[in-house]
């Protein structure tokens, strides 16, 4: 059984960087098969997705172009995690934050496993 | 950019009624991109169906899905309590890679 565990703080000022982590039990950061996701959800916004992490041979990262200037996924092999930094935040960045499995599949594309979901407010 | 439109917004039925949800892509898509997910209050979304039809591990059977090309469908057959929830749709593009939901459909107790 899958389990993502997300971690990391709730409350971001205004131009800092909000950081989170997630972390795999049941499966590997480094599966051949999987990728590893992180979806926001606001109710200006709704579920956006924001990028995304695997491994195939090689690491390959993909960001939603609308934060792709300031997103950093990162992958850690050592903790079986991956992580996500946001920087520059301002209030609109202001959402629930998951982490998702996409599931282990070449033909078929959809999230199979999330994780409990971050409410990050970004405030003075 | 795909753009996914679903209806109604808010649909609201009573126990026991069969519930029809509509998502709809701006252009023609790929069914094995196109997958639903319910999400109750304070929950993450739980996948019920990929591939546009196919039964996630666990979902009953009264929830099922159909479609192709640019029109997909949910159906719940007939409506448990625990069903009124929130659903969306969400697909899969490839170029550039990136995934994107409806707005979600809001099915409520009549």
């Known amino acids: 059984q899958v389990q993502l565990q997300q971690s990391g703080p709730g409350l971001v000022k205004p131009s800092q960087t909000l950081s989170l982590t997630c972390a795999i039990s049941?499966?590997?950061?480094?599966?051949?098969?999987?990728?590893w996701n992180w979806i926001r959800q606001s109710p200006s916004r709704g579920l956006e997705w924001l990028g995304r992490t695997y491994y195939r041979s090689k690491w390959y990262i993909d960001y939603a172009v609308s934060v792709k200037s300031r997103i950093i996924i990162n992958p850690d092999t050592s903790k079986n995690q991956f992580s996500l930094q946001l920087n520059s935040v301002t209030p609109e960045d202001t959402a629930v934050y998951y982490c998702?499995?996409?599931?282990?599949?070449?033909?078929?594309?959809?999230?199979?496993?999330w994780g409990q979901g971050t409410l990050v407010t970004v405030s003075s | 950019e795909i753009v996914l439109t679903q209806s109604p917004g808010t649909l609201s039925l009573s126990p026991g009624e069969r519930a029809t949800l509509s998502c709809r892509a701006s252009q023609s898509v790929s069914s094995s991109y196109l997958a639903w997910y319910q999400q109750k209050p304070g929950q993450a979304p739980r996948l019920l169906i990929y591939g546009a039809s196919s039964r996630a591990t666990g979902i009953p059977d009264r929830f099922s899905g159909r479609g192709s090309g640019t029109d997909f469908t949910l159906t719940i057959s007939r409506l448990e309590p625990e069903d009124f929830a929130v659903y969306y749709c969400?697909?899969?593009?490839?170029?550039?890679?990136?995934?994107?939901f409806g707005q979600g459909t809001k099915l409520e107790i009549k």
């Open positions: 998702a499995r996409e599931a282990p599949s070449r033909t078929l594309w959809y999230f199979d496993y």
């Open positions: 049941g499966d590997s950061v480094s599966s051949n098969s999987a990728a």
């Open positions: 969400q697909l899969y593009d490839t170029s550039p890679p990136m995934y994107t």
